[in-house]
């Protein structure tokens, strides 16, 4: 009988999604071996609707044949089946408690306000998202600080939980830089981020998965047909 | 041998996220002392200082360190206390991704639902609101019996995570039930989850934590004439 390690993968996703790209880095850093299916159109597509009826949404892992939904649940799913690679989330009972803390506050905060600058329907709209999201900066800042305690990653050493979470941002992120002019991280404002987001793009793990930047600011074109994106 | 335990948790009676964190620490037997946040007063020293970020209950602090966010410290709970009590989280991967799930379901989506609904004074969104509250239940109907496989609890035999989110939400439908005959646990459309929520609250674990229907009701009462005036204000 084979471990339940062993047994197929299939991650159903699309290219531009943060979320997705959470679930390939931490697939990469444990070198499971899956196949990645490219899900267009996610909200008519016959399989999402199959293995993720309740949100329609990718990231959709299929182990064997059992799926599992939402992108920080994936990452932690990989990180407890496969238990060979470097570990993601830290060992110790409160380092892990302000890892998901963080990751749940760069998905109701950081994220959301990366998404607010976007839909912004108005210039006081926009002004006011991009306050809330230099503000995220800031706190990350701080955190990186202290998490990292000087080495390269939030994770410390290798890269973590948090940087996975945050990472998958720094696209987002870059396209919003383009269109507003805003630098989000920056050498004199965020000078801990700014380092890590190098160190992070040139992770192996990360490297062969994270979009193009061109092909992001096209895409966000196409899809956010509001007054920055012009 | 061992060091004293240093064991607090900052709460407000009401609050369901503030009941999870109280039935984990029973689970595990951990003794901690109780600070009841002022729900609508100022907030404390100490809760500033340990959720700078949110500002929010619950919070534990073990030994000087805080841990926010109810499932995340029920989740601490389990890691820490370890060795004594059940086990909170299931042990498969696969089992913790499907509590995490529908955890966050609940969280993300259903409760605020409903709350949405029971704020709103629109008749329209009201209609609509509630009719996602009654389908977001169903689809907890389904995965009760699926994942708890013929045993009273998401957990098992025994509480666990699921349990302790849903479940922290039960006062509330009753105490709606009583006070606006809102019956959102209606045995003919989800018979299995009606039964959950009787066994859920008659667990020894949950008996003396969950408060007093009757008491929710009082005070379910007592922040719609709140809303009310702070309406009539503007």
Redesign the interface.
Known sequence: MGLISDEYVRLLGAWPSPFVLRTRIALNLKRVPYEYLEEEDSLNSESVLNYNP?HKQIPILI?GN?P???SL??V??VD??WLSGPPILPSD??D??VA??WD??IDEHCFTSINGVAVAKDEEERKAAIAKLEMCMA?LEETFQECSKGRGFFGGDNIGFIDIGFGSMLGPLKVLEKFTGVKFIHPETTPGLFHWADRFYSHEAVKPVMPDIEKLVEFARLKFNTSIFK | MGETEEVRLLGVWFSPYAIRPKIALRLKSVDYDYVEEDLFGSKSELLLKSNP?HNKVPVLI?NN?P???SL??V??ID??WNASGPSILPSH??D??QA??WS??VDDKWFPALKAAAITKSEEAKEKGMKEVEGGLL?LEEAFVSISKGNPFFGGEAIGFMDICLGSFVGILKAREKLKGEKLLDESKIPFLCKWANEFLSDDTVKNVVPEIDKVVEFLGELEVRAQSAVSKT
């Open positions: 309740v182990h059992k599992i939904r939402e649940n994936i932690m799913y407890e089946t009972p409160f892990r408690a998901r803390f749940v506050y706190l | 970020v073990h360190k841990i926010l966010e995340n410290i989740e601490y890691e820490t991967p696969h913790r991704a995490r799930f966050a379901f689809q």
